[in-house]
């Protein structure tokens, strides 16, 4: 399994961006994704999923803020990231694995190299 992050970058705070991650070497219909992020300093954490059937869930601290959703055409699932704030800096790492447990808490072996986002105040 290869992940790879797109579309981080600055931005000020308010504004938007979109991440991709695209997949490769897997059947990505049978996956579940997941967003992670980790700030400096901090240990990673969950951001949000997305099940096999399109099911999502979302942190609370980006829930009406962050859209995850999946492209199975592209093998690509995506991240758009609405009213970003200063504290939403962080490398965003994208997990698949077919348990969805697994992408929850993280202990997925998939993961991408990661994609820096800073928000500016």
């Known amino acids: 399994v290869q992940l790879v992050e797109s579309g981080g970058g600055l931005v000020q705070a308010g504004g938007s961006l979109r991440l991709s991650c695209a997949a490769s070497?897997?059947?990505?219909?049978?996956?579940?994704m997941g967003w992670f992020r980790q700030a400096p300093g901090k240990e990673r954490e969950f951001v949000a999923y997305?099940?096999?059937?399109?099911?999502?869930y979302y942190a609370d601290a980006v829930k009406g803020r962050f859209t995850i959703s999946r492209d199975n055409a592209k093998n690509t699932v995506y991240l758009q990231m609405s009213s970003l704030k200063p504290e939403d800096t962080a490398v965003y790492y994208c997990?698949?694995?077919?348990?969805?447990?697994?992408?929850?808490?993280?202990?997925?072996?998939?993961w991408g190299p990661g994609t820096q986002v800073t928000v500016s105040s």
């Open positions: 070497g897997l059947t990505f219909s049978t996956y579940a």
């Open positions: 997990a698949a694995d077919q348990n969805l447990r697994a992408v929850v808490a993280g202990t997925t072996g998939s």
């Open positions: 997305i099940s096999r059937s399109g099911g999502t």
